[in-house]
């Protein structure tokens, strides 16, 4: 079996491999780990072979991961990319650097009013949903901007972005066509004037697509850590 050191080896070198096929600067993608269902032990590994972003997706995991990993707390960046409850909100603007997955403004609101003085303002994406109705997560493209121009306007969360999750295909145009329109949102709202610098996009399968469509961060889990 392969080391979390080779994967992520792997793993950087498919997304610089990309960025050289789709004429992008090898930094201009970032990648986070998900470390999801795995140990804190296995994010010290990540540690050990460099990584130092990485993603919870469960609220009380990541929590509790960030805790225990608390030695290292300056030198990593907790991001997370799970659905949020809006009585989820304290802990989360307690603990985590970034989140993803904001997609209401009640959750915006109490992020902002949460957010402890002592840290920097709380980095957020806007997760849309560009699939349709049978993903429950995320705001339709049409509600993108007001949602984004009322997240500016919180001091104690600064907008970074557009986040997505598309429903995986089978078929690659389907796959390019979904990530497309992801893209398509992150550039409705920086033509309406809400500077952006990150669109989140992209896991282990299709992190190639990604990057051809534009993401500016990949989200992989599997291809660092193995099947959960
Ligand atoms: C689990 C997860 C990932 C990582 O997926 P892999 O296929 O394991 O790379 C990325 N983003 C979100 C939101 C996830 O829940």
Redesign the pocket.
């Known amino acids: 079996m392969a080391t979390i050191a080779e994967n992520l080896q792997r793993v950087t070198d498919r997304i610089s491999q990309a960025c050289s096929r789709f004429g992008r600067s090898a930094d201009s993608v970032t990648l986070l780990a ?1 470390s ?1 269902t795995f140990p804190g032990v296995t994010v010290r590994e990540a540690f050990a072979a460099g990584q130092r972003r990485f ?1 919870e ?1 469960y609220v009380q995991e990541g929590v509790a991961k960030v805790a225990e990993l608390a030695d290292l707390r300056d030198q990593l960046e907790w991001h997370l ?2 659905p949020l409850q809006s009585n989820k909100t304290r802990v989360v603007a307690e603990t985590f650097d970034w989140v993803h997955t904001v997609d209401r403004l009640k959750v915006a609101e109490r992020l902002n009013e949460q957010r402890p003085i002592d840290l920097p303002p709380l980095q957020v994406c806007i997760q849309v949903n560009t699939s349709g109705e049978d993903s429950k997560h995320g705001i339709p493209p049409s509600e993108a901007l007001p949602l984004a121009q009322a997240v500016r306007s919180l001091p104690r969360l600064r907008l970074r972005g557009v986040m997505a ?1 598309p429903a995986p295909s089978a078929d690659p145009r389907a796959q390019a066509e979904q990530l497309s329109r992801v893209r398509a949102v992150f550039d409705s709202l920086t033509a309406a004037g809400i500077p952006l610098d990150t669109l989140s996009m992209g ?3 299709d992190l190639e697509e990604a990057i051809a469509q534009g993401s500016t961060l990949v ?5 660092l850590f193995g099947e959960r």
Do not use: W
């Open positions: 998900v999801k993603g997706n990319i799970g999750l896991m282990s399968q989200r992989v889990g599997t291809a």
